[in-house]
């Protein structure tokens, strides 16, 4: 089965940037679509940004600030993130066909 890896993540002051990478053990190609969720305290998992062949969808918080990517070559993911706001605190998870999940990486915004 294939294995997710999140990294990237960290401490940063609003308005600033991340950019997240998510590596897969093995090739992604087959797989349709992937995506970052994001979870804060005391919320549930929502869907950040997904990317499959026919396109990108985003969250409408994100829409204009996020960037979802992936290399096939490279078997990589990204979520590029920009000015952003402690409303995005959150450890940040990729998923790949609905059923892979990376272990998660913390974004922390704060001054």
């Known amino acids: 089965q294939v294995q997710l890896m999140e990294s990237g993540g960290g401490l940063v002051q609003p308005g600033g940037s991340l950019r997240l990478s998510c590596v897969a053990s093995?090739?992604?190609?087959?797989?349709?679509?992937m995506g970052w969720y994001r979870q804060a305290p005391g919320k549930e998992r929502e869907l950040v940004a997904s990317i499959h062949r026919g396109g990108t969808y985003y969250m409408e918080a994100v829409k204009g600030r996020f960037t979802i990517s992936r290399d096939i070559a490279k078997r990589t993911m990204y979520l590029q993130m920009n000015n952003l706001n402690s409303e995005d605190t959150a450890v940040y998870y990729c998923?790949?066909?609905?059923?892979?999940w990376g272990q998660g990486t913390q974004v922390t915004v704060s001054s």
């Open positions: 093995a090739s992604i190609a087959g797989i349709y679509v």
């Open positions: 998923s790949g066909a609905g059923n892979l």
